[in-house]
């Protein structure tokens, strides 16, 4: 599908959320109906055939009637309180799902290594790690005066996600529950428990992270699931000057020839 395509199709998308389940389920029901009501006039097939389709067509008619109550009063009103607050609720999910890679990159910049991607790489931490000493000056002053080392600027990064996960709580009754789900597993993930406790442990004597390498990879992992949730759930329902652009912590637009428009979003103001 083009970008163009995309252009004309979100405005809809911003108003309904088609359901491949219960969606087709209903066109099914419908169709069934007006077939039943067709062959009414024709002889039966087999004796009984007539109540059979009278009892599925009372069936189809029953499931229709109940898809439009649902449709109306639950599924278009929660989606337009979603798009009341999308654009704010949206920025949030944005910024939680860019912990992971925040802090890689972070890493990557102070030791000259290429870039991480949103997507987890083993490989690639693997690499990053054996180049990492954890008690080596990160980009950040404390308040002290002195830089942090990489446990300490984890934890600040991790503080400052937690802080966002909470300020999401009250989108949560909005947003659907793959989503909600998302969030709350990267809260649940072990470097996210655990950090307060390396930090009390004091100084280490590692040479490198690999010791850590799973916890991050963990971490990773849970973060670009929420992006994914992003860009399902909450990029369509805005205009495309309004979004974030996950890959990259600027905000800057992806390549013109990136094939999809949903990836281009607003960079956050400071």
Avoid at 17 to 28: A, E, N, Q, R, S
Avoid at 135 to 160: K, L, S, V
Avoid at 196 to 217: C, H, V, W
Wanted: aromatic share 8%; proline share 7%; charged share 20%.
């Amino acid at each position: 599908m083009t970008a163009s395509s995309h252009a004309k199709a979100r405005p809809w998308r911003r108003v309904y959320k088609f359901d491949l389940l219960l969606d087709v389920l209903v066109l099914v029901c419908i169709a069934g109906i007006i077939a039943q009501r067709a062959l009414r006039s024709v002889p039966e097939l087999f004796p009984g055939g007539a109540l059979i389709g009278d009892l599925l067509a009372a069936l189809a008619l029953s499931y229709t009637g109940a898809w439009f109550f649902n449709l109306l009063v639950i599924r278009l009103p929660k989606r337009r309180a979603k798009a009341a607050f999308v654009e704010v609720s949206g920025n949030l999910v944005a910024r939680f799902s860019s912990t992971a890679l925040g802090i890689l990159q972070a890493m990557a910049t102070e030791h000259g290594a290429p870039l991480p991607t949103r997507q987890p790489d083993p490989a690639y931490l693997h690499e990053l790690m054996l180049t990492v000493n954890p008690m080596a000056d990160a980009p950040m002053i404390g308040f002290d005066g002195q830089r942090c080392n990489w446990i300490q600027y984890t934890a600040h990064e991790i503080e400052r996600a937690a802080g966002v996960q909470q300020r999401l709580v009250p989108f949560f009754p909005q947003m659907e529950a793959e989503t909600v789900a998302a969030i709350a597993a990267v809260e649940n993930c072990t470097l996210f428990q655990t950090i307060k406790q390396l930090l009390a442990a004091g100084p280490m004597r590692n040479s490198d992270m690999t010791a850590f390498e799973s916890i991050y990879l963990d971490l990773w992992t849970g973060c670009a699931k929420v992006g994914d949730r992003y860009l399902d759930e909450i990029a369509p329902l805005l205009e495309s000057d309004r979004r974030m652009h996950i890959d990259q912590l600027d905000g800057s637009p992806p390549p013109p020839n990136s094939g999809s428009s949903r990836r281009w979003l607003r960079k956050p103001s400071r």
